[in-house]
């Protein structure tokens, strides 16, 4: 008897701007028929490849690709190897590229960076831990601008341009709200910027990240409460984490101990 097609399937719909959903899947033996999205697909695929077809074309998705499907274009999808194939997809906004680069997507959905498949390996990573938006939405910001730089057959990087007023007015936004946070768009709307040149600028003027400057304002926050005699899992409400794992991860990645540790005297010291 042939063995049955299996699937082992995750899908979520994350708080991030632009990202309608996200959806993992590891398939066997299951091959999609001829569809389309109204969303942008941003595919890769960890283990094994896919085949389609895309407007009559047919293309392939080994490991080290990143294939872009535009909206509104028909495809399908099958396994290309024996045993089935591991991916992980965006499903984003239409208008987080723009229409005007469908046909250029069409002519050459599967692009070979190395540094772009880092980045979208990296944004999955961001959006499957809750309380790690400004990260994902930052990721995905300057994933957009490198899409767009291959659609348009441009240079593949950007260089970072320094603006320093504007990262010190970035700087003091997220001071301001080290608790509340806010989002790379709030963000750019208050000083006036896009997006991309915002991450930028304040990445080439400080050396780090907005979303890691804030995660370290926010520890150096929780590190004051629990000295104070603060039960972690108050301090992480109060610090601005989504709950207390991701006050632990953070904390621990920053302190090298966990929140629990560092505030019990008995078992831990600060020197």
Avoid: C
């Avoid at 077809?53 to 872009?68: A, F, K, N, W």
């Avoid at 804030?214 to 150096?220: F, P």
């Avoid at 301090?235 to 505030?263: E, N």
Wanted: aromatic share 6%.
């Amino acid at each position: 008897m042939a063995p049955q097609p299996t699937a082992d399937v995750s899908a979520w719909r994350p708080a991030v701007p632009g990202v309608v959903e996200v959806f993992h899947a590891h398939f066997t033996e299951y091959a999609y028929p001829m569809h389309v999205h109204e969303a942008w697909t941003l595919l890769i695929v960890d283990d094994g490849a896919v085949r389609y077809d895309l407007d009559r074309h047919e293309h392939g998705t080994p490991h080290d690709t990143v294939s872009l499907l535009p909206p509104h274009v028909p495809h399908n999808g099958s396994p290309a190897t024996s045993g089935g194939f591991r991916k992980r997809v965006l499903y984003l906004d239409a208008e987080v590229l723009g229409e005007d680069l469908i046909g250029a997507a069409v002519d050459a959905p599967d692009l070979r960076d190395p540094v772009l498949r880092r980045r979208v390996g990296q944004l999955h990573s961001a959006l499957a831990r809750p309380g790690d938006e400004l990260e994902a939405d930052s990721r995905l910001t300057l994933i957009g601008e490198r899409l767009r730089t291959h659609l348009r057959a441009g240079p593949h990087t950007a260089a970072a341009r320094r603006d320093p007023d504007l990262a010190r007015r970035l700087r003091e936004l997220l001071d301001e709200r080290v608790v509340q946070g806010l989002t790379l768009d709030e963000a750019a709307g208050l000083v006036s910027a896009h997006p991309a040149h915002l991450v930028r600028a304040f990445s080439a003027a400080y050396g780090i990240a907005p979303h890691q400057y804030l995660t370290a304002r926010r520890v150096d926050l929780a590190r004051r409460l629990l000295l104070d005699g603060r039960p972690p899992g108050e301090v992480a409400a109060a610090a601005g984490f989504y709950d207390q794992a991701h006050l632990t991860r953070h904390f621990r990645k920053l302190v090298g101990v966990t929140p629990g540790r560092y505030g019990d005297r008995r078992k831990f010291s600060v020197r």
